[in-house]
């Protein structure tokens, strides 16, 4: 039973123009939202994040919206550069009455810019 | 240089052995993660510890072992018991009262 799900294995922009990828998660209880990238054979990078008490977050090309209602979180990169081609990982925490903080990690979405 | 270390980078051994992998951070960070990547799926939860002589079972602990006697390490031990143990290898850390968990570069393992 998947509690992150992102349901586009992969996605192809054209340089300059926005990507969007999206995730979406079934338990109400998650309280942070986080967007990585990964490139093959590295440790997938922080890119940004957001608070469940938020609805959108913005860090220069990256924007991130929450949809609580829907449960469903979106990741808008604008404009697109042939850099950004990656896969992508959505993760959601959630802290539990222990203190501990765990993360959900999505499958990944393979972003492809074209030049 | 602060960061999160993983040593090897690629790391071979035999059916049936033990293998540790390593995981260092001089980054002060409370809470320390590993995971596991296979192709075409995403990071799953192996063990994580929060604090110093705790660790908790993530989601697929079966076949691994973690101790965490220093705030700097959390290496992994990966059994001859794991029946799939090839695999990319990601640990991660955090630090307390904040929500973002930060990676270090993996280990690729392959048991032939």
């Known amino acids: 039973d998947q509690q992150v799900k992102q349901n586009s294995p992969s996605l192809s922009v054209q340089e300059g123009r926005i990507s969007i990828l999206n995730c979406d998660y079934t338990?109400?209880?998650?309280?942070?939202f986080l967007w990585y990238k990964k490139y093959p054979a590295e440790g997938p990078t922080f890119l940004i994040s957001?608070?469940?008490?938020?609805d959108k977050n913005e860090d220069g090309r990256f924007t991130v919206f929450l949809n609580k209602s829907a449960k469903h979180l979106s990741l808008h990169i604008v404009p697109s550069q042939p850099g950004d081609s990656a896969v992508y990982f959505c993760?959601?925490?959630?802290?539990?009455?222990?203190?501990?903080?765990?993360?959900?990690f999505g499958t990944g979405t393979r972003l492809k810019v074209l030049a | 240089d602060g960061g999160i270390t993983q040593s090897p980078k690629y790391l071979f051994r035999k059916e049936g052995q033990n293998v540790t992998l390593s995981c260092e951070q001089n980054?002060?960070?409370?809470?320390m993660y590993w995971y596991r990547q296979d192709p075409g799926q995403g990071l799953r939860l192996i063990y994580y510890?929060?604090?110093?002589?705790?660790?908790q079972k993530g989601d697929i602990a079966e076949g691994y072992s973690v101790s965490r006697e220093k705030k700097e390490s959390f290496p992994l031990t990966v059994t001859s018991a794991q029946k799939n143990p090839t695999a990319f290898y990601l640990c991660?850390?955090?630090?307390?009262?904040?929500?973002?968990?930060?990676f270090g570069p993996g280990t690729r393992l392959t048991v032939l």
């Open positions: 991660a850390t955090r630090l307390a009262g904040t929500d973002t968990q930060y």
């Open positions: 338990n109400s209880m998650f309280d942070y």
């Open positions: 993760a959601a925490g959630e802290t539990f009455t222990s203190g501990t903080y765990k993360y959900i």
């Open positions: 957001i608070s469940s008490i938020k």
């Open positions: 510890s929060q604090i110093v002589n705790d660790f």
């Open positions: 980054l002060n960070h409370d809470a």
